[in-house]
């Protein structure tokens, strides 16, 4: 039996790149960020198991479906920068 482990990074990427298609020129330098990417995984990661289990009063998704977008946001101005030449570490 093959165990099997989750990658908060690629998962938070892969998620980040389908739901923002714009950034996917600038993925290569998500791993400069590779903690708010794994954060953001993993933040995509319950949203999506609340929704198919479905939360019964719908604040615990409502928070995790803010945190996501919050994240992306926050990811797609720091890619963005980068790509641009204007973000300064």
Same mark, same amino acid.
């Given at each position: 039996?093959?165990?099997?482990?989750?990658?908060? $990074?690629? =998962?938070?990427? @892969?998620?980040?790149?389908?739901? #923002?298609?714009? +950034? #996917?020129? *600038? @993925?290569?330098? @998500?791993?400069?960020?590779?903690? %708010?990417?794994?954060? =953001?995984?993993? @933040?995509? #990661? *319950? #949203?999506?198991?609340?929704?198919?289990?479905?939360?019964?009063?719908?604040? %615990?998704?409502?928070? =995790?479906?803010?945190? *996501?977008?919050?994240?992306?946001?926050? +990811?797609?101005? =720091?890619?963005?920068?980068?790509?641009?030449?204007? $973000?300064?570490?």
């Amino acid at each position: 039996m093959q165990l099997v482990v989750f990658d908060s $990074y690629r =998962y938070g990427l @892969a998620s980040l790149l389908v739901r #923002r298609p714009k +950034l #996917r020129a *600038c @993925a290569n330098k @998500a791993r400069w960020w590779g903690d %708010i990417v794994e954060e =953001y995984g993993e @933040a995509v #990661r *319950c #949203r999506d198991r609340l929704r198919a289990v479905g939360d019964s009063d719908g604040e %615990i998704l409502e928070d =995790y479906e803010r945190m *996501c977008s919050e994240l992306e946001d926050e +990811l797609e101005s =720091y890619l963005s920068a980068n790509a641009a030449g204007t $973000y300064q570490s």
